[in-house]
């Protein structure tokens, strides 16, 4: 059973910055296309970006796009989210989930597993 556990949320003005960090056990890291997605309240799951399994491919969502960077390290069974310029629309839990297939990775009905979240909300 592949587990997902991410760290990282928490509380920071518009314009800083955070780093999610997205820890995997159970099964060879490096099979699965890894994927960060998000959920505002009243509002449903988003997908962020996303990168194959060996790193080399990433996608990002439009409203990501130029401010979120998305990193996996193979060698420390891990998946980042670096978030700069971060504003109050990026305010949400922010979900890891990891897919052994690329073209299933950016769907969240999709997703083979998913981690349970972590808060990150961005202040005025």
């Known amino acids: 059973q592949v587990q997902l556990i991410e760290s990282g949320g928490g509380l920071v003005q518009a314009g800083g910055s955070l780093r999610l960090s997205c820890a995997v056990s159970?099964?060879?890291?490096?099979?699965?296309?890894m994927g960060w997605f998000r959920q505002a309240p009243g509002k449903e799951r988003e997908f962020v970006a996303a990168?194959?399994?060996?790193?080399?491919?990433?996608a990002y969502a439009d409203s990501v796009q130029g401010r979120f960077t998305i990193s996996r390290d193979n060698s420390k069974n891990t998946v980042y989210l670096q978030m700069t310029s971060l504003k109050p629309e990026d305010t949400a839990v922010y979900y890891c989930?990891?897919?052994?297939?690329?073209?299933?990775?950016?769907?969240?009905?999709?997703?083979?597993?998913w981690g349970k979240g972590t808060l990150v909300t961005v202040s005025s």
């Open positions: 990168v194959t399994g060996g790193g080399g491919t990433t």
């Open positions: 989930a990891a897919d052994s297939y690329w073209y299933r990775i950016m769907v969240a009905r999709s997703i083979d597993y």
């Open positions: 159970g099964s060879t890291f490096s099979n699965y296309a």
